[in-house]
């Protein structure tokens, strides 16, 4: 069988079934970060989908064997097995399943390799809710020409070295390449998303007209965001994988999200504005060179590097490193760098390191611990958000 053949196939196909506007009924979402893991599993339920999430390729691949779907969105890297394994599992098995591979770097040299384990569309991190539920449709719209595609598969290899996706299928990102401003202007730029908002929370792009804050919402660099004396908000970073709760009365600019490229390893760098109320962090960063900084009274709060991090910070200047923190937090003020480490609390007035003082911030702790339960919760079956 030829390509001619093989794109006859696809397009007659895909003229026959036109989608008609119909979502299918299962997804299965692999993704070993949690937060970002809920939050693609939650938007593809509010849209109607029935979707299972689970956090590596292993359990995947053990939910396959006694459970049928309709398209799989897989990371690549991840624990036990990758993306690509799981691609080529699904092969072997003969499964007639489309596949969105949605990770940091694509495997190209490996589907160069193995034309056939190329899956319908990719999706380049940091990518938007939009961009994942545009890529679902239009997958889902070319499902029967996938799967003619895949049954036909073994010939088309002989008679080519490279297959293309089928006519109809659409690659949302086709490239490794970090997506920059400078080097790719029409890229979606880096931002955060509003995960939960409760109460009255308002956000405003130009710092004069305030909007009502929802969830889903997607704030980009230079965005306010500020909370009522009744009222909270977490806000989620993909590529660091920092969650930041906005506590009671607190206003934050999101000063700079930035990308940056160096030996062809990209990194995200935020600066927040914390001017008023505080705010409790958890960092699961995987990027050796990201960076999250704090502006304060006191200074600026940086965490830098790999690891896992858990902070309370205030606008009038007081920093605290919680137990289990892994990454340590530097304050770089007047007096010069202090780390403080885990356990630590700085504040501005003392100007010097203490042992944290549980008593003190006992309110603050405890939403600490929520929050980072909330980003550990493992994202079964999710129920639609409010």
């Known amino acids: ?18 989608c008609q506007g119909r979502p299918p009924h299962r997804i299965l979402v692999v993704e070993d970060e949690p937060t970002i893991r809920k939050l693609n599993a939650e938007l593809l339920v509010r849209h109607g989908y029935d979707v299972d999430a689970v956090e590596d390729g292993a359990v995947a691949w053990d939910t396959l064997q006694v459970k049928s779907y309709d398209l799989l969105i897989t990371d690549n890297s991840m624990p036990k097995v990758t993306g690509v394994e799981l691609i080529e599992k699904v092969r072997a098995a003969g499964m007639a399943l489309p596949v969105v591979m949605a990770t940091a770097t694509l495997p190209l040299e ?14 380049v991190k940091p990518y938007t809710l939009a961009e994942l539920l545009a890529a679902v449709k239009n997958v889902l719209c070319a499902a029967v020409p996938t799967a003619m595609l895949l049954f036909c598969l073994p010939a088309a290899v002989n008679a080519q070295n490279s297959i293309q996706p089928p006519s ?25 998303v509003a995960v939960t908002v409760s109460g009255k929370c308002d956000h405003s792009e130009d710092g004069v007209t305030f909007t009502n804050l929802e969830s889903g919402q997607i704030l980009e660099q230079g965005a306010i965001v500020r909370t009522s004396q009744e009222a909270r908000a977490d806000l989620f970073f993909r590529r660091t994988g920092t969650t930041v709760r906005l ?5 934050v600019k999101l000063e700079k999200i930035a990308v940056t490229v160096k030996d062809g390893l990209s990194a995200e760098h935020i600066l927040l504005d914390l001017r008023t109320g505080r705010i409790c962090t958890v960092v699961r960063s995987r990027a050796t060179g990201s960076s999250l900084e704090i502006r304060n009274a006191a200074g600026r709060s940086v965490v830098e590097g790999r690891g896992v991090g858990r902070y309370i910070i205030t606008a009038d200047g007081t920093d605290i490193s919680a137990a289990g923190s892994v990454v340590p937090l530097k304050l770089m003020g007047v007096k010069g760098i202090t780390t403080i480490a885990a356990g630590q609390q700085f504040t501005r007035q003392d100007g010097k390191l203490l042992p944290l003082s549980r008593t003190a911030y006992d309110k603050d702790l405890v939403q600490l611990e929520e929050l980072q339960g909330a980003t550990d919760r493992p994202a079964g079956r999710p129920s639609p958000m409010p």
């Open 247 to 251: 506590q009671a009365g607190t206003e």
């Open 168 to 192: 109809g299928l659409h690659v949302v990102s086709s490239d490794n390449t970090p997506r920059t401003n400078a080097a790719q202007p029409h890229a979606v730029r880096p931002h955060a």
């Open 1 to 18: 069988m030829n390509s001619d053949q093989i794109r006859q196939i696809g397009e007659t196909a895909d003229a026959a079934l036109q």
């Open 110 to 123: 490996e589907f160069a390799r193995r034309p056939w384990l190329q899956p319908a569309a990719t999706l």
